[in-house]
C-alpha cells in the first residue's frame, strides 16, 4: 500500500513562493497522477491540479504542480493570506485498489 | 455545475449505523465517465477514502473500513448512498461525498456533513 508523506505545516509571507512536497512508498506513484486539494473549514474542498500539472478552469495559475519519480510538489506563487488553507494530495494505489491521502500540509502566511 | 450535498443524522449511538446520502444535482450518478465516493475528516486529522461506486454498482473498498461499509447507488433519485455499521466514537468526522472523474482525481466536492457517534 501506498504511503504519501506530506510535510506537516508551510508558511511564508505575501508574495514569497511556497512549496509543498509529496512523497510516495512506491516508485513512480504506480504510474498514476498525484492530485492536489484545497480545503477550508466548512467549505467543499477543492480541485487544484489533476493529471501532474493540469489545473481545472477557476483555478489561477499561482497554483502549479508536478511530478517526478515518487516525488510531487505544488507551488504556490505570489503567496497571498487568501491562500491559508490545507492542502492535501492523494493519489490511486493499484495495490490496494483504492485512494490513499497524504497527511496534509496546513499553510501559514505570516 | 454539478452540485453534492450530504444529507443525514448528524448524530449516531455507538454500535448503530450510520447513513448518509449524497443528492446529486447538475449531473447525473448514471453517468459512464464518473465514480461516486465517500471520504471523511476526523477532527483534527487528515482525509481518509471509504469507498467508491459506480453506476453498475461495482464498488471499491478502503481495507480500512471494508468490513463494515456499504455503498450504494439510486439512479432513479440521482444519489447515493453511505452505510457504515458498528460505529465508535472513532467515527465521528466530517464526511464528504465527491465525484471522481475517470483520469483520476475528485473534482466536484460536498461541503461536507459532521457525524457525532455518542450515546
Known amino acids: 500500500q501506498s504511503v504519501l508523506t506530506q510535510p506537516p505545516s508551510a508558511s511564508g509571507t505575501p508574495g514569497q513562493r511556497v512549496t509543498i512536497s509529496c512523497s510516495g512508498s512506491s516508485s513512480d506513484f504506480g504510474g498514476h497522477a498525484v492530485s492536489w486539494y484545497q480545503l477550508f473549514p466548512g467549505m467543499a474542498p477543492k480541485l487544484l491540479i489533476y493529471s501532474f500539472h493540469l489545473r481545472p478552469a477557476g483555478v489561477i495559475d499561482r497554483f502549479s504542480g508536478s511530478q517526478s519519480g515518487s516525488s510531487a510538489s505544488l507551488v504556490i506563487s505570489g503567496l497571498r493570506s487568501e491562500d491559508e488553507a490545507d492542502y492535501y494530495c492523494a493519489v490511486w494505489d493499484d495495490t490496494m485498489k483504492g485512494w490513499v491521502f497524504g497527511g496534509g500540509t496546513k499553510l501559514t502566511v505570516l | 455545475q454539478v452540485q453534492l450535498q450530504e444529507s443525514g443524522p448528524g448524530l449516531v449511538k455507538p454500535s448503530q449505523t450510520l447513513s448518509l446520502t449524497c443528492n446529486v444535482s447538475?449531473?447525473?450518478?448514471?453517468?459512464?465517465?464518473?465514480?461516486w465516493s465517500w471520504i471523511r475528516q476526523p477532527a483534527g486529522k487528515g482525509l481518509e477514502w471509504i469507498g467508491r461506486i459506480y453506476m453498475s454498482g461495482a464498488t471499491n473498498y478502503s481495507p480500512s473500513f471494508e468490513s463494515r461499509v456499504t455503498l450504494s447507488v439510486d439512479t432513479s433519485n440521482n444519489q447515493f448512498s453511505l452505510q457504515l455499521s458498528s460505529v465508535t466514537a472513532a467515527d465521528t468526522a466530517v464526511y464528504y461525498c465527491a465525484r471522481e472523474s475517470i483520469g483520476w482525481f475528485w473534482d466536484s466536492w460536498g461541503r461536507g456533513t459532521l457525524v457525532t457517534v455518542s450515546s
Open positions: 447538475g449531473g447525473s450518478v448514471s453517468s459512464g465517465s464518473h465514480y
